[in-house]
Nanobody, 115 residues
């Protein structure tokens, strides 16, 4: 049973996308709080997280000022709002907890940014 990501797609450089992630089934009580990505030829890396009672936000340097993470606590959904996308943002995007738990990785959602 895995977390489920959606919202990826093909977008031109400079465009925007919003990714969504939720938990279902036996892990419906898991609260996804972070996004990760795996770019072509690279290892999976941290992108953004919202953590702690205060909802502290943290971002990878490469996405600061362009991406924003948010949570809908009522519906247990975490979003990644991506703007000013670059071709280097192309990759598979995953949600998980922070730090990530191996058993929660989903299939990811593909983001492709064309130049």
């Amino acid at each position: 049973v895995q977390l489920v990501e959606s919202g990826g797609g093909l977008v031109q450089a400079g465009g925007s996308l919003r990714l969504s992630c939720g938990a279902s089934g036996s892990i419906s009580n898991v609260e996804p709080t972070a996004w990760y990505r795996q770019r072509p030829g690279k290892q999976r890396e941290f992108v953004a997280a919202v953590a702690g009672p205060a909802g502290t936000l943290s971002y990878a340097d490469s996405v600061k000022g362009r991406f924003a993470i948010s949570r809908d606590n009522a519906n247990n959904i975490v979003y990644l709002h991506m703007s000013r996308l670059k071709p280097d943002d192309t990759g598979l995007y995953y949600c998980n907890v922070f730090p990530p738990w191996e058993g929660y990785w989903g299939q990811g959602t593909q983001v492709t940014v064309s130049s």
